[in-house]
């Protein structure tokens, strides 16, 4: 996943990239037509200078007037390169040496202007801008080329290239580094925040306390949000575990008066209604332990064991006199499961033990690589293992296996063990006894 700092460095790159490349492209465009234009105008005034410096003898014969050109179009490839045809006329510079010159023929008041590749010079090729033109003069129809050597200016302007995306690419990273900075310092203000998330999440306090004002004016609107479906919660959770224990408690009175009225009935009767009412009691009883195991209810609070496990041990110890509970846990572990759905887990698989085992009950937690195993071991009548199977089978309803008695009430526990992904195992022990072994993947 990537976080809001990438995504924000990614934009806005994204953004100059966007911004910046047309622009560079166009100031290198411009550089290099006002370039191009600048040296044909030249080019162009050569051409007139050449056809001023032209001439004709007695003879018919044309010639050029150098003193009137200066010593560039005398110095072998000196850049600078000229040629003037027309019928059986052939006249050209004399720098170009023996290099020929392009045989072009245009018709008068014509002109072209291109670049082509000139002398190899061995150390590097020449890069001619050409222009050329067509004249007539004492009718006779020239055309007249003229050409300069413009790789020393592609080479500078390549270097500029170079020295301009540098010195882009050196802003841009002084610029990401900058808001880098930036972000860390806004992303700092949203510290405390994850701090009381943190202690929120460990337990240490029941709010995000949002109404102070302290957090950042973006994050406000989630913060206070977070309260409100947290105290919701906090009060629905509350609800319903007062409301289920209170249900529990007062049919405890009209059970009794019905187990009344069952001894008015026929000794059939009798018993038939005294099994649906003993099915009663054990529900109720159930859930009235169930809610005293739990306790208060704190929705999204880790498990620290050392805190949690002792309480609830005590508890099963005042409700079971006639059971010895011995337990082996990490000190000072905190399981990152809710607390109420551990305490609910591990009190409903101590409260089966006791109930159906005799004498020593044994809770070991330990901390796996790839999650957490929970296994609580009795010394009592133990399960078939037929049955075992059958309890284990999705959709059965393990606390409701007959009066028997050989239900375990696992159902609520299994429950909680599949929320979270996890599994659990009936293995009968040797000679007697049950272990439940509870394995809960890392969150």
Not at 29 to 53: K, N, P, Q
Not at 98 to 123: K, M, N, S
Not at 157 to 170: D, E, F, N
Not at 241 to 251: D, F, K, S
Request: aromatic share 6%; with cysteine; glycine share 6%.
């Amino acid at each position: 996943m990537i976080s809001v700092q990438q995504q924000l460095h990614r934009q806005w790159l994204l953004t100059l990239l966007v911004i910046l490349l047309p622009l560079l492209l166009l100031a290198d465009f411009g550089v290099r037509e006002m370039t191009s234009h600048y040296i044909l105008d030249r080019l162009d005034h050569d051409a007139e200078s050449l056809i001023s410096a032209m001439n004709e003898d007695d003879q018919g014969v044309w010639h050029i007037d150098y003193d009137r050109l200066g010593s560039l179009y005398k110095r072998v490839y000196s850049g600078h390169y000229f040629a003037i045809h027309a019928d059986g006329i052939d006249l050209h510079s004399r720098s170009l040496w023996d290099h020929p010159a392009p045989d072009i023929h245009l018709g008068e008041g014509e002109a072209r202007h291109w670049q082509q590749p000139g002398v190899d010079r061995g150390d590097h090729q020449e890069a001619w801008l050409s222009y050329a033109q067509g004249i007539r003069i004492n009718d006779h129809t020239f055309t007249v080329w003229v050409a300069e050597d413009i790789s020393p200016l592609k080479s500078l302007l390549q270097q500029y290239r170079i020295i301009a995306l540098a010195l882009l690419s050196g802003a841009m990273l002084v610029l990401l580094l900058l808001q880098r900075r930036q972000l860390r310092s806004a992303f700092s203000r949203l510290q405390p925040l994850q701090q009381q998330l943190r202690e929120l999440r460990f337990g240490e306090r029941n709010s995000l306390n949002s109404g102070v004002g302290d957090l950042p004016q973006e994050v406000q609107p989630l913060a206070e949000e977070i309260d409100r479906l947290l105290i919701l919660l906090q009060e629905r959770v509350s609800r319903s575990r007062n409301a289920l224990g209170n249900l529990a408690h007062e049919m405890k009175r009209p059970l009794q008066q019905l187990q009344l009225m069952a001894e008015q009935l026929s000794p059939q009767q009798q018993q038939q209604q005294r099994d649906i009412l003993q099915r009663l009691q054990t529900l109720i009883q159930r859930e009235l332990k169930r809610a005293r195991i739990v306790g208060l209810s704190s929705p999204g609070r880790q498990t620290r064991l050392d805190e949690e496990l002792p309480p609830l041990i005590q508890i099963l110890r005042q409700l079971y006199p006639q059971a010895q509970i011995y337990s082996d846990y990490p000190p000072g572990e905190v399981m990152p499961q809710d607390r109420d759905d551990m305490l609910e887990l591990l009190g409903n698989l101590l409260d089966n033990a006791c109930k159906y085992a005799a004498g020593d009950i044994h809770l070991s937690i330990a901390h796996k690589d790839n999650g957490w195993q929970l296994a609580v071991s009795d010394n009592g009548p133990g399960i078939d293992e037929c049955q075992q199977k059958r309890l284990l089978q999705r959709g059965e309803r393990l606390d409701e296996q007959g009066a028997d008695g050989s239900g375990l009430g696992l159902a609520i526990a299994q429950d909680i063990v599949k929320s979270y992904g996890g599994e659990m195992q009936l293995n009968n022990r040797e000679p007697r006894g049950l272990r439940v072994t509870v394995f809960l993947p890392q969150l």
